[in-house]
């Protein structure tokens, strides 16, 4: 076999040695031509004609690409030509787009998208960099107390009046409002023009009330405090109501919707060194205009000298008046006596020769006060420095009477002492609303209600008659007027107001019965139920 190679090796070096003076003046291609054997110059034949074949098929697809760039480029011509004749993309022609300018458009669509993007981007961050400063500054400016609404350092007490308003009853749109003209109505004003500003004025609302009346709400409270500056008033979003104010109490700014954080911060400061009074009031209540200045002093005589041992006192308002919406001398057969029971009391007015059938309730009606024990509006707590909150004894207003020792009616101020004060300075104390919004509903007289008074209540105020109810009505009124200074006119028309959306409020209110916090008694779903009735049947005899 090496033999066989050895020769074969030969033999090609033998032909190539001959072929080299031949190749002399030869190019290296017919060089490469003769060097090959018989078998490679049949591979080169082949090869060739596969190299033509794609070169052929290479010169068919440029061709065809030329066509079809020719006939956009025609298209596109004609579209051109067909949108400038008609003014634009539209008519029939519409589908025949310039494909080209198509592409163009959707490049710079692309990119104005992003750049609008990036630009919505770098707003988003900038407003929110500015809501941030803006949030800071509020924040900063509500931790500053205005020196006008700062408490004198000479001050011995820190007076606050607490009020709850649709706490866990924050969707209830008609009851809400309502409620809010009461608080604007008989409310807001009792407090406004108090001889003495130096109390704050807290109300706690339910964080998720409905926008209509949380707008109603603060605007009311913005008119109030630029009619009268010195007035200190803060809305805070809670549903609890804390007792003993000073007890601290962790509050974000967000949470005062006054955006005056520091004045509740101020004053809670200020009561941990001084005498503090603790007064409730509700909404649909009013105190008279000299309350607030009788009271500190009435508590800086009796808790100024505790230097040793304390002294707490509670004051129970001890006369009121009642504001009715409706009228005991209204034609109608409705009352709810104190049982919940409804009976008829037009056949005993008619009896009695007691019905009055007069025009004369544009205003409501005033009634002396007839609770028991006693009643939420003015109820008042006082500590000396040197006592808890803790140490006075808990009870719910109406038992008050019988978990505390009455304080003895001699003024002397060492024998009023950890005791119960039923308050007679002022006559009356208190005004208290009397409408289809009140939770407990007792005593509510509707308006067609012709009395919700029992015999035995008015052989209690002497007022055997309806008649003399409703002659003693003007001599109240000059009163309620004098020390409320809440004007007829203004009680008008609340309750034109309450008699034009009775129906919603009964609704809402027989909703909101039995929420947490709130009255949950059968009585009041009885009254309620025959308001709504009521309401409807009324509602029905105007359609027709």
Known sequence: ???????????????????????????????????????????????????????????????????????????????????????????????????????????????????????????????????????????????????????????????????????????????????????????????????????????????????????????????????????????????????????????????????????????????????????????????????????????????????????WLVWCMGTHVEWQYGTPWESNNLQLDSTGAITNVTERAHQNNDLILTTDHDYGSLLPGLTRGCITPGLTKGYGRHVAFEDIPEAQHHLLHTRMRPCDDDENAKKRQHCLVIWKRLIPCAIRGRTPTSAGMQFVLGPKHTSYLSPESEAALGLQTVQQLHDKQPMMWNSVTRRFLISKESIARLRVFLTDHLRGIAQDNLEGQCTPGHSCKNSSKVILTELLKEANNNNATTQQ
């Open 1 to 311: 076999m090496m033999m066989m190679e050895d020769n074969s090796t030969t033999s090609n070096a033998t032909t190539n040695e001959r072929r080299r003076p031949l190749m002399k003046g030869l190019s290296p291609v017919r060089k490469r031509l003769h060097f090959q054997t018989p078998r490679s110059n049949s591979q080169s034949k082949r090869s060739l004609k596969r190299r033509l074949q794609i070169l052929i098929g290479l010169y068919f697809v440029l061709c065809v690409s030329l066509s079809a760039l020719l006939f956009t480029w025609t298209v596109a011509k004609t579209v051109d030509h067909t949108e400038s004749s008609s003014g634009g993309f539209g008519g029939t022609t519409s589908f025949l787009r310039n494909p080209f300018r198509r592409v163009t458009m959707s490049r710079n669509m692309l990119q104005v998208s992003q750049s609008q993007q990036q630009q919505q981007h770098a707003h988003l961050q900038l407003a929110s960099q500015q809501a941030l400063q803006q949030q800071r500054r509020d924040d900063d400016l509500s931790l500053n107390v205005p020196e006008h609404l700062r408490i004198p350092d000479d001050e011995p007490v820190v007076h606050i009046i607490n009020t709850r308003f649709m706490q866990r009853q924050p969707h209830l749109i008609e009851l809400g409002l309502a409620r809010l003209e009461l608080l604007q109505t008989i409310c807001l004003p009792t407090l406004r023009q108090q001889t003495s500003l130096n109390f704050l004025w807290i109300l706690r609302t339910d964080p998720d009330l409905a926008q209509p009346i949380r707008q109603g709400l603060l605007q009311m409270i913005h008119n109030a405090t630029a009619l009268t500056p010195h007035f200190r008033v803060v809305v805070l979003e809670s549903n609890t109501s804390p007792a003993g104010f000073r007890r601290p109490e962790e509050l974000e700014a967000s949470q005062v919707w006054t955006r005056n954080l520091g004045l509740y911060q101020h004053f809670q400061e200020a009561a941990q060194s001084r005498i503090v009074l603790e007064t409730r009031l509700d909404a649909d209540d009013g105190l008279h205009t000299y309350f607030v200045e009788m009271m500190q002093e009435e508590a800086v005589r009796y808790m100024s000298n505790d230097k040793k041992h304390g002294n």
